[in-house]
């Protein structure tokens, strides 16, 4: 079972920046194998796909609203994944989750879905207000 940890939320105001990071706590594991995606949580929506990456970091994708503000991005040496968040909106508000899984094939579907990727973190609050 690899136990996703996520870390960096805050509050921020609008057109601000934060940086979140993806590692995993399971000893003896790391993210390399793994096509990792971030997701979000607004208060009273269902979550959705924000970006993912390959296992080698070669592909990534975004949704739109994000696309041109947000990157992706990760240290295969260090065995973390990290979501750079730039000019944020208060549209951006929500709990950020960080997934793993082996396909990459699932994980594009996931950015659409919403759901479907194999682990999960707990999530990290992001709050963009004035």
């Known amino acids: 079972q690899l136990t996703i940890v996520e870390s960096g939320g805050g509050s921020v105001q609008p057109g601000g920046s934060l940086s979140l990071s993806c590692i995993t706590t399971?000893?003896?594991?790391?993210?390399?194998?793994?096509?990792i995606g971030w997701f979000r949580q607004a208060p009273g929506k269902e979550r959705e796909g924000v970006s993912i990456?390959?296992?080698?970091?070669?592909?990534?994708d975004y949704r739109d609203s994000v696309r041109g503000r947000f990157t992706i991005s990760r240290d295969n040496i260090k065995g973390i994944v990290y979501l750079q968040m730039n000019s944020h909106k208060p549209e951006d508000t929500g709990v950020y989750y960080c997934a793993a899984d082996l396909s990459w094939s699932l994980t594009r579907a996931a950015l659409i879905s919403g759901n479907g990727m194999d682990y999960w973190g707990k999530g990290t609050l992001v709050t963009v207000s004035s």
């Open positions: 990456i390959s296992d080698n970091g070669a592909r990534s």
């Open positions: 399971t000893p003896g594991f790391n993210l390399n194998s793994y096509a």
